[in-house]
């Protein structure tokens, strides 16, 4: 008896998580989710080892996940070889065990598309649960650009998200998912019930450029999710902006409440679904906007430096293929920066491995001419040809594998092998450049990452081409559920925002409840 009071609960750990353009041609395979297997995963998890505080409140297991830069559609192929080894190595823990898990922590997105799947995280918990049963509790992570529909919350006890964007609480969202579990298991343990959860869907669907949280009204929105959490009965509480570049009817904001005490969740999710839906006139882009030439203008006549500007439209971690051209192109040609004694402007970036292998032979110094992007989306221009010295060379990258620095006139153009996104000051500085010395620098991102948010003097964000568009009505959904805002901006009457009870995981849910 002493010795079952002292037994750990057994968790599971796997998930599968990606960011998936509908409107971006590329696709995204297995390779690109760079999968951990087993005790990689505890170490990837650092708060999960031993001596940890929550490492040391289970016996952790390690089943599989995998994380993938946004880009196109899932391959089905890839899907469902990398979903068979989740399965069988959850299989193989729970036969080890002889005994159903306690639990399992899901780390997904909620943005996943998969050729032939929606509702792709649904699907993965459905199968999962076909092998964890319906008894184990489940609590996912999830980012908030991501998607809930009625049946990933039917399917997961518990689920929380980010609660910033940019996103600076990622690891404490984890832990907080893995807490919940945790606490969850333990009031089961004494006889308890698992927590209720209210989910109300919001017929808003917007960029995240226009929902960042240093600026309102996301700001209080956000600011009014922890209070709720607070409050007696409450466990968690959750807002999804949803993913706006998916054409899939489950993409929309949502919230969702998780507790014990019915009237303290209802009132909450509600709370939160009606501040969200009162603020949706005053989301607003969380810099000035303009075509690419009204940016480079206003840069050109600013004395801010660096003045940065966002090429918005082909941003590789929003779903974007990264290898468009229609803002380099454009770029180069403005008279203004043909000479070397012009403007400096930091280009990044455009992927070309046949560019950059000619730039590996000739070697830094060398004049080359080479031809490089829209090897994958060709939409919106075509392959560009650059003669240029080669300022640079760097190798090991993770994403980009190499990347070349090529410089043109006065600009510095990034060619990388494979694409990768350029987010931190030390991307640049590795390649003997200096994005604080420069007059202007362009990368392909949307709202700027920290580090590039505090190195701009000022900023603008350029409603360029490409798998992610900001203008969403140049994408053509035609999937979504209307009417949506601000799709339909007739949308006046305020919508049912009452809260819905979701069945339990191990409770049916009617045909009725899934539409």
């Not at 505080?53 to 946004?70: F, T, V």
């Not at 090897?375 to 650059?386: R, Y």
Request: aromatic content about 6%; charged content about 25%; overall charge negative.
């Amino acid at each position: 008896m002493a010795s079952e009071k002292q037994r750990l609960p057994v968790v599971a750990v796997a998930g599968l998580s990606c960011e998936n353009s509908t409107f971006t041609p590329s696709r995204t395979r297995a390779a690109a989710f760079h999968p951990k297997r087993g005790q990689e995963i505890i170490e990837h998890y650092q708060f999960l080892c031993p001596k940890t505080s929550l490492g040391d409140e289970a016996d952790w297991k390690g089943a599989l996940i995998g994380h993938a830069l946004p880009g196109g559609i899932v391959e089905k192929r890839s899907f469902e070889e990398l979903v068979a080894e989740i399965i069988q190595r959850l299989s193989d823990i729970c036969q080890a065990l002889q005994n159903p898990l306690d639990g399992l922590w899901l780390d997904i997105h909620g943005a996943m598309y998969v050729e032939g799947h929606e509702d792709v995280e649904a699907e993965l918990l459905r199968r999962i649960r076909a092998v964890i049963g319906p008894t184990t509790i489940v609590s996912a992570s999830m980012d908030l650009h991501g998607n809930v529909s009625r049946e990933l919350a039917h399917q997961a006890d518990i689920i929380t998200c980010y609660r910033t964007a940019p996103h600076v609480d990622v690891w404490e969202t984890k832990m907080r998912a893995c807490r919940n579990l945790l606490r969850t298991l333990k009031v089961r343990n004494i006889g308890g019930s698992l927590p209720l959860k209210a989910w109300i869907p919001i017929p808003i669907l917007l960029p995240g450029e226009q929902t960042s949280t240093r600026d309102e009204p996301a700001l209080r929105i956000y600011a009014a999710v922890p209070e709720v959490e607070k409050r007696d009965g409450v466990l968690d509480a959750a807002i999804w902006v949803g993913y706006a570049w998916a054409d899939e009817p489950r993409n929309r904001a949502a919230v969702v409440v998780t507790g014990w005490d019915k009237n303290a969740v209802a009132d909450g999710a509600q709370e939160l679904a009606a501040t969200f839906w009162d603020a949706r006139h005053e989301f607003k882009f969380v810099a000035p906007t303009g075509s690419l030439a009204e940016c480079l203008d206003t840069a050109l006549g600013a004395k801010a430096r660096p003045y940065f500007i966002s090429d918005s439209g082909d941003n590789p971690t929003a779903g974007g293929s990264g290898d468009v051209t229609w803002g380099v192109t454009q770029l180069l040609a403005r008279p203004e920066f043909r000479e070397a004694t012009g403007p400096t402007v930091i280009y990044a970036s455009v992927p070309g491995p046949e560019a950059v292998a000619i730039a590996e032979h000739a070697g830094v110094g060398a004049i080359i001419t080479v031809t490089a992007g829209a090897k994958i989306d060709n939409l919106h221009a075509g392959p560009i040809t650059i003669t240029g010295q080669v300022h640079s060379i760097k190798h090991g990258d993770p994403h980009a594998q190499t990347e070349v620095v090529l410089k043109t006139g006065s600009v510095f153009v990034i060619l990388t092998k494979l694409r990768k996104p350029y987010h931190k000051e030390r991307d640049f500085t590795e390649l003997d450049l200096r994005p604080r010395k420069a007059d202007i620098v362009v990368v392909k991102i949307g709202y700027l990452e920290p580090e590039l948010y505090d190195m701009a003097s000022d900023w603008m964000l350029a409603l360029t081409p490409g798998g992610v568009d900001q203008d969403l009505g140049r994408l053509g959904h035609h999937r979504i559920q209307r009417p949506m805002w601000p799709f339909d901006t007739h949308l006046e009457a305020q919508p049912s925002l009452k809260a819905n009870f979701i069945p339990f995981s191990n409770e049916h849910l009617s045909a009725e409840e899934v539409a």
